[in-house]
Structures are given as C-alpha cells and as structure tokens.
C-alpha cells in the first residue's frame, strides 16, 4: 500500500514554455501533498505544502506565481512549472500524507530539463 | 548553517566491512527522525526511522542521541545493493509537515 505515483517520470521541454506535473495517492487518501525539488549532488528542498481544497504554502524564496499548485482531490496534486526556464531543470519529487497518519511517502519523480 | 548535516562521502568500503554514518540537527525542537536511502536518479525510499532507544533492522542499526542532536546509522556486512545516498531526514513537528532533509552521505561498496 502507500503508493504514490508521478506523470511524466521525464520531460524536456523549450524555455518558455509551461510543463505541469501530476502527483498521485494510488490507494490511499492525501489531505496533504507536498512537492520537493533536487538539483544534481544536492538533497531534497521543500518547495510548497498542498492541502486539498485550499491554497498552497510555498517555502521561503520559491515563486507561486511560477510554480502554480492545485490539489483539487484527495488524490491528485499537480505542480505548473510556468515559463520554464533552464535554471528549473532540476527533479522535481512529490510525496504525499496520509489522512490519518503522519509518514509521507515519496513518488518517483520528475525529471525536468528546459532546453 | 544547515539544518541537518551530513558528510557527503563517498564511503567507499568492501563488500562484508562495517559502515556507519553520523549526522548532526540543529533544532532541539524535532519530534521524529529517519533515515532514507536513495538511489541514483530515483526517488528517496524510507530506511527505517531512528529512536531514543536505538533500534536495529537486519544489517541496520540506528541510534539517537538528543542530548547531542546526533543521529547514526551502522551498516553491518555491506553488500554491493547497499551502495546508495543515504539521507538522514528530521520531522520537525508531530504532523510529518516539515521534513526536513540532510545533504546525504554515499556509500559504494566494493566487491
């Protein structure tokens, strides 16, 4: 159980344009998604906290209007990556929370480069 | 300075030796503490979390020290599947919201 997946798994894509990235609880219920991001030799850095039904929290020095966040369901999170530009190449890795308990399991992840 | 420290490695040991990381927190504040492993280019997977009791799984054996806000993990008898970044990660409040990641250590274990 705790299954979380992530579409798509890789993307390449033009600046300038806008990539959106899915995040899913496969058998489980997620009140609360969060979305991570790993540049190359570095750890995981929290982007936003998403919780279902109302606005993300962004994290200190990340832009919510560049990184567009819904989580409209229980099971579903997705992250805009709007006017991509090479800088946010990077993985870009979701998790999500259990309705009553307090793991978060990580999905694959998405590996973003912008051309 | 970071939250959560780590040296960065590599460990590069032979297959059967005995490993340990150490990895240090600053905020006397967090409630829960794990250690996850991951893969090249995959996603982090968790390893086992860590108690004030220390506890042990197989090969793995974790220990936590709140006084010091220290946190260490003994590999015994490495295997070649063992070579990862290994990611010491500090919950900072009871609802498993702030997660808060180390820069990981790698280890590659030689035949």
């Known amino acids: 159980g705790a299954v979380v997946s992530q579409h798509p798994s890789w993307v390449i894509c033009k600046s300038g344009t806008s990539v959106k990235i899915e995040c899913r609880s496969l058998?489980?219920?997620?009140?609360?998604m969060f979305w991570y991001r790993q540049f190359p030799k570095q750890s995981l850095m929290l982007m936003a906290t998403s919780n279902e039904g109302s606005k993300a929290t962004y994290e200190q020095g990340v832009e919510k209007d560049k990184f567009l966040i819904n989580h409209a369901s229980l099971t579903l999170s997705t992250l805009t990556v709007t006017s991509a530009h090479p800088e946010d190449s990077s993985f870009y890795i979701c998790?999500?929370?259990?309705?009553?308990?307090?793991?978060?399991?990580f999905g694959p992840g998405t590996r973003l480069t912008v051309l | 300075r970071k939250e959560v420290e780590q040296d960065p490695g590599p460990f590069n040991v032979p297959e059967g030796a005995t490993v340990a990381f150490n990895c240090t927190y600053s905020n006397s504040a967090s409630q829960s503490f794990f250690w996850y492993r991951q893969d090249c280019r995959k996603e982090p997977k968790l390893l086992m979390s860590?108690?004030?009791s220390g506890n042990e799984d197989g090969r793995f054996t974790a220990q936590l020290n709140r006084a010091s806000q220290y946190i260490s993990l003994l590999i015994r008898d490495s295997k070649l599947s063992d070579s990862a970044t290994y990611l010491c990660v500090v919950n900072e409040d009871n609802a498993g919201n702030m997660l808060t990641f180390g820069g990981g250590t790698r280890l590659m274990v030689k035949p």
């Open positions: 058998d489980f219920q997620a009140t609360t």
């Open positions: 860590v108690y004030s």
């Open positions: 998790s999500a929370r259990e309705l009553a308990g307090d793991t978060q399991y």
